[in-house]
């Protein structure tokens, strides 16, 4: 549908503004579902959202197991409704603690925390021992991005028995996230994959010869999430399928999913011929990556010559034509670190902006 992003009512919406698209969403979620094989398989990553309105729309789907990098995130998604949560970020020291109270306050929540280190199977050793509860732990595999975890082999399997052996400690799976493969070629990615995850599938092997139980395996990042869901016992965490962008698709083509999440922009300045001032600096979109970080639709041609703090700089050959106060409406290059940068999202009904949705988790810390 063409200009399906533009709102009736933009001039009562500030700018800049995080417009998020409900029913764009859930059909996300539904494509998400069955490229998985099912809600059991998948594992959605909530740092892209932060919302629980998002939540509430996966448990529309059937899905009811998440993940999620920080305590705010965690806290968030149970407080939703999330029903089975992995802590996905190493735990260590206060973390710990908090960690435990998550499970405390939401006790009707499966919850399991990420190590990769003796040092964090000690703190979170302790800080369950504190409130006298069991805590669930996953172990934390390097499989090449060399960020986070252990290398699969004899180490994991050490720290696997020595989670398994610790009161009030339970070994409940692995972890192992592969951010660093991608490939616009499906057929290379997979084999990537395969290479990859060979030496997970060896220690899983080792670890039930060592009477080491491995019930779960949780894997995979958006290009390779579809790719790991036909492995047996493994749940996949896409995120960036949940509202989509503009720089997924460069990395993976193959994949079929709606953007859901625009940025509504104005025009507040014309200081030179040919260019335009936007409300749209670092401060409203994600700038890690380099430009383009947003595609402007409906203003072909455009560079970006400068961005601030408040300020994004546009050079275009229709320009000219565009005079101050224009409402320009654009898509980020990187929807997470994008959306946290927002209090909250304007809801888009109707092609109407209906109502708010705050962008709750984007805090360090909701109340725990």
């Not at 979620?29 to 094989?37: E, N, P, S, T």
């Not at 057929?187 to 491995?214: C, G, H, M, Q």
């Not at 953007?259 to 936007?278: D, E």
């Not at 109707?350 to 360090?364: K, M």
């Amino acid at each position: 549908m063409a200009d399906w992003y533009r709102i009736s009512n933009e001039a009562e919406v500030a700018s800049p503004a995080l417009l998020i698209y409900p029913e764009r969403i859930a059909e996300n979620l539904r494509r998400m579902v069955a490229a998985a094989g099912g809600p059991a398989r998948l594992r959605p990553h909530v740092k892209t959202h932060k919302m629980p309105e998002v939540i509430k729309l996966a448990l529309g789907q059937g899905i009811t197991k998440f993940k999620a990098a920080t305590i705010a995130e965690a806290e968030m998604t149970a407080a939703a409704g999330g029903e089975d949560i992995v802590l996905a970020y190493p735990v260590i020291g206060p973390t710990a603690g908090r960690f435990m109270q998550l499970v405390r306050t939401f006790p009707q929540v499966r919850w399991r925390a990420v190590v990769d280190s003796d040092v964090g199977i000690d703190d979170l050793a302790r800080a369950a021992a504190a409130i006298g509860m069991p805590a669930e732990l996953l172990l934390d595999l390097n499989v090449g991005m060399d960020r986070t975890g252990v290398v699969p082999g004899p180490e994991a399997v050490r720290l696997a028995r020595r989670i398994a052996e610790s009161p009030g400690l339970t070994f409940g799976g692995l972890h192992a996230y592969d951010g660093h493969l991608h490939d616009t070629d499906r057929s290379k990615l997979a084999s990537s994959v395969e290479t990859a995850f060979a030496p997970v599938w060896r220690l899983i092997a080792n670890l039930k010869a060592d009477a080491i139980d491995v019930p779960l395996v949780v894997a995979g990042g958006t290009p390779t999430s579809f790719i790991l869901a036909g492995q047996d016992g493994v749940e996949v965490s896409p995120g960036t399928t949940v509202l989509w962008d503009v720089g997924q698709p460069t990395v993976s083509p193959d994949l079929d999913y709606l953007n859901a999440a625009v940025l509504l922009t104005r025009v507040i300045s014309k200081p030179t011929p040919g260019r335009l001032c936007l409300d749209l600096g670092y401060k409203a979109v994600a700038s890690e990556m380099p430009h383009p970080r947003v595609e402007l639709l409906g203003l072909g041609g455009a560079t970006f010559p400068l961005q601030n703090e408040e300020h994004l700089i546009v050079e275009s050959p229709q320009a000219a034509s565009v005079p101050v106060g224009t409402v320009i409406y654009c898509l980020p290059r990187h929807v997470c670190p994008t959306v946290a940068l927002y209090e909250e999202a304007v809801v888009v009904r109707d092609s109407r902006a209906a109502d708010c949705w705050q962008v709750l988790a984007r805090n360090r810390r909701i109340t725990i």
